[in-house]
């Protein structure tokens, strides 16, 4: 019977091997507390691990449909049969479980991380708005500087240009004050050349008068002397 039974077994594993699938890629047990691994496709193998705890990583090395059995090796190197029903393409929910966590963490780290980046950077906007508001102040003041500088260079301007005009008209004074004291030299010249003229001529009368004023005495008669 058991010769029966293991030619049966043979016969199903050479069918199984037919139509098995040589493939390698992982798959992982189910959520199944333990999974025994067997040395072939059928209870009736060896069991070569007691108990493939959930979550267990293997590498599937043939897949036959037909008999619902799987090659698979395990992490240490260890070759074996497993039931299908107890592998999938993806990690468990333990194993997803603690993937999630691991990613929760890494993203609470990133958003802790990014908290201070947050706040690093308000502070460096409140700085840089501060900075802003005393640069406009400053602008504000400069441009009031410039507009007085402004009104200021066109008062000198103008001062300027009076200055000039009163220069000139100063000059023009000056020319005509020397002129007029040319003149005033010139006539007062005239004038005394003039006096001198007069009291010349006057000196000239009174010395004529007092050589011709002798002869226009009357004379005494010689009756009248001897009376």
């Known amino acids: ?49 007691r108990g493939l705890p959930s979550g267990t990583k293997l590498t599937l090395l043939q897949d036959s449909p037909d008999t619902g059995w799987a090659q698979v090796r395990t992490p240490g190197g260890e070759e074996g049969w497993v039931r299908r029903q107890y592998l999938e393409s993806e990690p468990v929910a333990k194993i997803k479980l603690a993937q999630a966590e691991e990613r929760l963490e890494h993203i609470e780290s990133l958003q802790g991380n990014l908290g201070g980046e947050v706040r690093r950077l308000e502070t460096a906007n409140s700085e840089l708005t501060a900075a802003l508001a005393t640069a406009q102040e400053r602008a504000e ?22 200055h000039q005009k009163l220069l000139n008209q100063h000059e023009l004074l000056k020319q005509k004050q020397a002129m007029d004291q040319a003149e005033i030299q010139r006539l007062s010249s005239s004038e005394t050349q003039k006096w001198y003229m007069y009291g010349a001529i006057s000196v000239l009368m009174g010395a004529i008068l007092a050589m011709v004023a002798p002869h226009f005495r ?6 009248e002397w001897a009376n």
């Open 1 to 49: 019977m058991n010769r029966f039974l293991n030619t049966l077994a043979a016969a199903l594993i050479a069918l199984g091997t037919t139509h098995a699938q040589a493939i390698t890629s992982d798959r992982y047990i189910t959520d199944e507390l333990h999974v025994p691994m067997r040395s072939g496709q059928g209870n009736e193998f060896r069991i070569l691990h």
């Open 141 to 162: 003041t400069l441009a009031k500087e410039l507009k007085e500088l402004k009104t200021l260079s066109a008062d000198a301007v103008a001062l300027n240009q009076r």
């Open 218 to 223: 009357p004379r005494k008669r010689h009756s």
